[in-house]
């Protein structure tokens, strides 16, 4: 079945910019969806379609796809961003949903 | 404002059957285009999806869980429901609910979610 790698821990200062990855064959085939998912907290939809944010997302969000690798950027980034980020994909060859591990993003 | 709010027993006993119930409020689940889903999260780990059901009872399930896993709607209710039998402590999980939009093959993004509810298996 289709699998999804994505980095344990990415590390930032506030102010630059954070990117995180999701590996998978020929990833950019499909469509990529990011959540961002608080302590104790359910996840929150963040990106969609590989790069369209949800109504309340701010512009910092964004998202590309190609080849083998999908990306979460997050231009600017505040404290308040340190959450553990999942993406997620439709597996059309075997009908069912893929999510990655998930990444730890921590700000310094 | 669509709400889900997940309800159910918080302390299972290994073999017997998580029964969980998603409760949706502010939106109709009848006649929706929306397919309604099950994701679980084990302490300290990552998401795993269970399965999904549009209004009609149509389902598409996780292969590894399938053998032990129904999902069913009421609409009548506004609810749609997990069952998973033969638990074992490796059921242990955060089970969220949230809605889901379909695609031209399947299943696109998961918004919104529910709180999630913790269920717990020891004997």
């Known amino acids: 079945s289709f699998v999804l790698t994505q980095p344990p821990s990415v590390s930032v200062v506030p102010g630059n910019t954070a990117r995180i990855t999701c590996g998978g064959n020929?990833?950019?085939?499909?469509?990529v969806h990011w959540y961002q998912q608080k302590p104790g907290q359910a996840p929150v939809l963040v990106i969609y379609y590989d790069n369209d944010r949800p109504s309340g997302i701010p512009e910092r969000f964004s998202g590309s796809n190609s080849g083998n690798t999908a990306t979460l950027t997050i231009s600017r980034v505040e404290a308040g961003d340190e959450a553990d980020y999942y993406c997620?994909?439709?597996?059309?060859?075997?009908?069912?949903?893929?999510f990655g591990g998930g990444t730890k993003l921590t700000v310094l | 404002q669509l709400q889900l709010q997940e309800s159910g027993p918080g302390l299972l006993k290994p073999s017997e059957t998580l029964s969980l119930t998603c409760t949706v409020s502010?939106?109709?689940?009848?006649?929706?285009?929306?397919?309604w889903g099950w994701i679980r999260q084990p302490p300290g780990k990552g998401l795993e999806w269970i399965g999904t059901i549009d209004y009609s009872g149509s389902t598409y399930y996780n292969p590894s869980l399938k053998s032990r896993v129904t999902i069913s709607v009421d609409t009548s209710n506004n609810q749609f429901s997990l069952n998973l039998n033969s638990v074992t402590a490796a059921d242990t999980a955060v089970y969220f609910c949230?809605?889901?939009?379909?695609?031209?093959?399947?299943?696109?993004?998961?918004?919104?979610w529910g709180k999630g509810t913790l269920v717990t298996v020891s004997s």
């Open positions: 997620q994909v439709w597996d059309s060859s075997n009908y069912h949903v893929v």
């Open positions: 949230a809605r889901a939009l379909p695609s031209a093959t399947g299943i696109n993004w998961f918004d919104p």
């Open positions: 502010g939106g109709s689940i009848s006649g929706s285009t929306y397919y």
């Open positions: 020929n990833i950019g085939s499909k469509s």
